[in-house]
């Protein structure tokens, strides 16, 4: 088929919600960034169908898994936007030397939110490595402004988030005993007894967490009214 009865098909299955493309962040100051937008099935149950793919075992052993998660995050985050009836300003980072960025969220004409799609079954330090040496250092974000959206064993990658931190802390706690202070004021305090503030407890959300997340939606919420 030719470039132009493509398109029309592409446009159709864009008008349908079938498929999105997310186009690459532009900026002028760079011109070594990628202009090929990314195309993604929104509705993953279709893309795995037509794929063949019929029981969630196969969708974990066909290689795919990571796409089909990145795509339904990148469809519930055009949820959000339509849920509150704002036009979506959604883009993509790389540049020519292979780093990227899977997802940000514009404002105007520059990016507010950055977030990376990890589907590995385990948690590793280096998925925060393209939200530091891009978002922070490139697009000028600020930590609370990078966020990884995990797909594998939370738990898990809490408990491992959770154990070098009291690790650093023991080491801190060390290093101040060693010079004659007081160390006592490190030691762990936590607001939720039953999670130890990990928002995680037996392999299920903490109520703390769910009032947390309950408290932020309402305050988008009013915001949005507002």
């Known amino acids: 088929i030719d470039?132009?009865?493509a398109s029309g098909w592409l446009s159709i299955l864009e008008t349908s919600h079938i498929?999105?493309?997310?186009?690459p962040y532009f900026s002028n100051k760079r011109k070594r960034l990628v202009k090929r937008p990314k195309l993604y099935f929104l509705d993953t149950g279709l893309a795995c169908s037509l794929a063949g793919l019929e029981t969630p075992a196969d969708v974990g052993e066909s290689g795919h898994f990571g796409h089909f998660f990145e795509a339904a995050v990148v469809s519930e985050v055009l949820?959000?936007?339509?849920?509150?009836?704002?036009?979506?300003?959604l883009s993509f980072w790389r540049d020519s030397n292979g780093r990227e960025?899977?997802?940000?969220?514009?404002?105007?004409?520059?990016?507010?939110?950055?977030?990376?799609?990890?589907?590995g079954?385990?948690?590793?330090?280096?998925h925060f490595d393209a939200l530091s040496s891009i978002a922070q250092r490139e697009l000028?974000?600020?930590?609370?402004?990078?966020?990884?959206?995990y797909?594998?064993?939370v738990e898990a990658a809490v408990d491992t988030i959770k154990n070098k931190n009291l690790a650093l802390q023991a080491e801190l706690a060390a290093l101040l005993a060693a010079e004659g202070e007081d160390a006592r004021g490190f030691e762990p305090r936590y607001t939720c007894p039953r999670c130890g503030d990990t928002g995680y407890a037996g392999g299920q959300v903490c109520a703390c967490l769910?009032?947390?997340?309950?408290e932020e939606a309402c305050r988008r919420l009013s915001r949005t009214v507002s």
């Open 3 to 5: 470039v132009k009865t």
């Open 19 to 23: 498929v999105y493309l997310l186009q």
């Open 79 to 89: 949820k959000g936007f339509y849920a509150c009836a704002r036009t979506p300003q």
């Open 101 to 119: 960025i899977d997802l940000l969220v514009e404002q105007g004409l520059r990016a507010v939110r950055a977030m990376e799609v990890k589907s």
């Open 121 to 126: 079954a385990t948690y590793r330090d280096k």
């Open 140 to 149: 000028g974000l600020e930590p609370q402004q990078c966020s990884v959206v």
């Open 151 to 153: 797909g594998g064993d």
């Open 210 to 214: 769910k009032n947390l997340m309950r």
